[in-house]
């Protein structure tokens, strides 16, 4: 190795590999294989359980039609394929959240196979391949606490048992931090335009892991991998990734043999450690479920849940840049957040003749900005929003009803507090003055009132006709519209 090699950041001499599953819970309305509702997010601990959510003994499984659906649509909106017939199979392992000893789930025929996925990166589009689509049940929720008498104790909870989960697992295509995170937002967008997940990262509806290996630049063969869990949002999917690499990088360089194992991810302290030797998948011991039929998905269903696919977030950007005409960034900003994406078609829907642009434009700006305001993604600071009346206030504006400055502190009235537009600018006495008949007799006012600057314009100084458009200005509290008063005046003194 030359001195310029050496002398070259560690990092520099590997190519990453990284490979994402995701977990994601399908909204559905009941649990995977029973009965109990799904809606687990404030109910009482065991509160929403029954025998079959329980594992005991003597239960049968009965499958969710719903969640078929949905993982039947995400595959055919990544291309994926589905195969005629797929079947359940049991994961086997014992551990306190899985009363049965094993996880009914899916092995050798997923019910989605062999999709992609496009999305943005820094560096351009980057398309990786998806190698699978699953379903699969969830297990319950342990919690350890320190009881009454100070003693820790490990308290389960079973309402998260059987919640219908999705597993999504790419190719090893991915090369960077940076194109895993891009991957997740952008399936993230694709899940919740296809309703199929809520999908929410801070909640655990989604769940992301990354499997990490190196190799030498200019190598094939793949390096040893860990899997690294427990990233509670985007921004630390991206570190514990960077982390990762240049962990694995500093410690091949150092001659060390890597152990392939589950790391977890401390945002805290922006590191991974060691949580386990990695099982492999013969540990699980799979096999097919006896308690459940094969399944078959037949064509008239399969065309029936493509049939009723909505705009999904590719095709959204498409038509915004090509037949909106806005630019590729706009686009992208739009669809990236689900309600400026709403804001914006509900505006345009009210005001169809809109200048697509100037919409858009409010939306990046003024929405996105008091969306986020209010911390990420909750939206709270512009909860009141509505599409119809930004549509209205940017009618407003482009006919000169009211200015722009005016419009922003309408725009922001209405959203915290959802009055529509039309009464916010007559209670704060917004209304750009543009009527000829009232602007005319105060016009004249200001001329009676100051023949100084008249005889100054009928000299040609121009400083004076400025003066007398600011007296106009003064005398309609900034109401009157300047090129309207500035034509009335040369009316009025007969210069045209
Ligand atoms: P497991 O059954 O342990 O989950 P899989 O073979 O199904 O393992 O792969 C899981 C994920 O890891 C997939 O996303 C795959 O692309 C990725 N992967 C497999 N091998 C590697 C590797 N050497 N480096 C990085 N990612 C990998
Ligand atoms: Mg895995
Ligand atoms: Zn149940």
């Not at 329980?54 to 659906?69: C, Y």
């Not at 006919?399 to 600018?425: C, M, W, Y």
Request: proline letters at 5%.
């Amino acid at each position: 190795m030359g001195a310029a090699a050496a002398g070259a950041p560690v990092a520099a001499r590997y190519e990453a590999v990284i490979g994402i599953e995701i977990h994601v819970q399908l909204k559905t309305a009941s649990k995977m294989f029973c009965g109990c509702s799904t809606d687990i997010k404030d109910a009482a601990p065991n509160s929403r359980t029954c025998p079959v959510c329980l594992g005991l003994p003597g239960t049968l499984p009965v499958i969710n039609r719903r969640a078929v659906e949905l993982v039947l649509a995400t595959g055919i909106a990544i291309g994926a394929t589905t195969p005629e017939f797929t079947r359940w199979d049991r994961k086997n392992y014992f551990y306190p959240d899985l009363p049965k000893g094993y996880q009914i789930s899916q092995y050798d025929l997923p019910l989605a196979a062999n999709g992609h996925l496009t999305f943005d990166t820094s560096d351009g589009p980057v398309t990786v391949g998806i190698r699978r689509a699953h379903l699969e049940e969830d297990t319950a929720r342990l919690i350890h606490a320190t009881d009454a008498a100070g003693r820790r104790v490990s308290l389960v909870d079973f309402n998260r048992s059987g919640m219908p989960l999705m597993e999504i697992v790419t190719e090893p295509d991915l090369r960077t931090g940076e194109q895993a995170r891009r991957y997740a937002e952008e399936l993230r967008l694709l899940l919740l335009a296809i309703g199929a997940s809520d999908a929410a990262m801070e909640e655990g509806q989604m769940r992301v892991e990354a499997n990490v290996s190196l190799r030498p630049v200019g190598t094939d063969a793949f390096g040893t991998r860990t899997e690294v869990k427990n990233m509670n949002s985007f921004r630390s999917v991206e570190r514990a990734i960077a982390f990762e690499i240049e962990r694995q990088a500093r410690a091949l360089g150092a001659g060390e043999v890597l152990v392939q194992e589950t790391r977890g991810w401390d945002d805290d302290r922006g590191i991974t450690y060691t949580m386990r030797i990695k099982e492999d998948s013969d540990d699980y011991r799979y096999f097919p479920e006896p308690d459940l039929p094969p399944l078959r998905a037949d064509r008239a269903w399969l065309d029936a849940i493509r049939a009723g696919l909505p705009e999904l977030p590719a095709a959204r950007r498409a038509r915004y840049r090509d037949e909106l005409g806005l630019s590729a960034y706009d686009a992208a900003v739009l669809v990236g957040d689900p309600g400026a994406t709403a804001v914006f078609e509900a505006a345009l829907a009210a005001e169809p003749g809109l200048a697509p642009k100037a919409v858009a434009n409010w939306v990046t700006g003024e929405y996105l900005r008091l969306a986020k305001g209010a911390g990420e993604g909750s939206g709270a600071g512009a909860s009141g929003v509505d599409g119809a009346q930004l549509g209205r206030l940017v009618r407003l504006v482009a006919d000169g009803a009211i200015s722009g400055t005016n419009a922003k502190q309408v725009f922001e009235r209405h959203a915290l507090s959802g009055e529509p537009v039309d009464e916010i600018v007559a209670d704060l006495g917004l209304a750009q003055i543009s009527d000829r008949g009232a602007l005319i007799g105060i016009i004249d006012e200001v001329l009676a009132a100051n023949p100084g600057a008249v005889a100054d314009v009928r000299a040609g100084k121009g400083q004076a006709s400025g003066f007398l458009v600011g007296q106009v200005m003064k005398a309609t509290r900034g109401q009157a519209q300047a090129s309207v008063v500035q034509a009335l005046l040369r009316e009025r003194l007969g210069l045209d």
